[in-house]
């Protein structure tokens, strides 16, 4: 069975008090998802210049770091399916990253957002790939596994035609490294998300899913509007196909994330419309 979550980033506006992280959790598991996707800087406090440039980047975390997402996800009914953590923390303490996936029930650890780091330049692409191997067999022995997420900074293209996407799947064991591929950010890159789901094969355990298209406004002067995620279902990519595509693979999830233009400004009334879509087709 196709696990439906949602991802915890999603949910930074939402889950700041307890009260409020109890509600929309509850409203999550009302619409039909199985879990959530936690992440490990919005589980735990965080310095508030992290916070401020999370939301100026359009993807405010909130103040849930201070609530006991142990107790909350479990009160809930939702399980984790899986723990975002960065590559550092990995390298420096492989056994206490595992510890903490394990502690909420999972085990996969999922790679996202290498912050200034080359994508352009090929040798910094196959030294990540090189650490990426070294962090999955360090959590590998630790009963947990490594999965990396792509944005789409990934799609650089490097010598030979080459991709550094496909330097990450070809240089890295897939004993040690597998993927949590996102549609939307190659799809907003320019890429056709169904060849990428094609190449990463039985290798992409878990989906990021979003819709992308327009609402109905735009800029005063003009009849041209701006793309952005919208709800499952109500946007132009062709998720039914990269559905199909991803049940071949036999991903162990799928997972609702976008950061802004939803319904009523509402993250939780957005996940609620996606959630149809999802119910219908896992």
Not at 247 to 268: F, M, Q, T, Y
Request: aromatic letters at 8%; hydrophobic letters at 40%; one cysteine or more.
């Amino acid at each position: 069975m196709v696990k439906k979550a949602v991802q915890q980033f999603m949910l930074g506006t939402v889950t700041s008090k307890e009260p409020q992280a109890r509600q929309t959790l509850a409203a999550i598991k009302a619409a039909g998802y199985d879990g959530i996707e936690l992440c490990g800087f919005m589980i735990h406090p965080t310095g508030f210049m992290v916070r401020m440039m999370t939301k100026a980047a359009g993807m405010p975390t909130g103040s849930g770091g201070k609530l006991d997402w142990h107790r909350l996800v479990a009160d809930s009914g939702l399980e984790v399916v899986s723990l975002h953590y960065d590559l550092g923390s990995i390298e420096h303490d492989a056994k206490a990253a595992a510890e903490e996936a394990r502690s909420f029930g999972t085990d996969k650890i999922v790679i996202t957002g290498m912050y200034r780091f080359a994508y352009g330049d090929e040798r910094e692409v196959r030294n990540l790939a090189s650490r990426l191997n070294d962090a999955g067999e360090a959590l590998e022995r630790e009963g947990v596994h490594l999965l990396y997420h792509n944005h789409n900074c990934e799609l650089q293209r490097l010598s030979g035609g080459k991709r550094a996407y496909d330097i990450l799947i070809d240089g890295t064991s897939p004993d040690l490294v597998n993927f949590e591929f996102d549609s939307y950010w190659f799809a907003e890159g320019g890429a056709d998300p169904a060849y990428w789901m094609e190449r990463l094969g039985t290798r992409m355990r878990l989906w990021h899913i979003a819709d992308r298209g327009a609402r109905l406004s735009g800029p005063a002067m003009t009849p041209i509007l701006k793309s952005d995620s919208v709800e499952l279902g109500t946007g132009n990519m062709p998720l039914d196909t990269l559905a199909e595509k991803a049940k071949a693979n036999g991903i162990d999830a799928v997972i609702l994330e976008s950061h802004r233009n939803w319904i009523d400004k509402s993250p939780v009334k957005s996940l609620e419309k996606s959630a149809e879509w999802l119910n219908e087709r896992f």
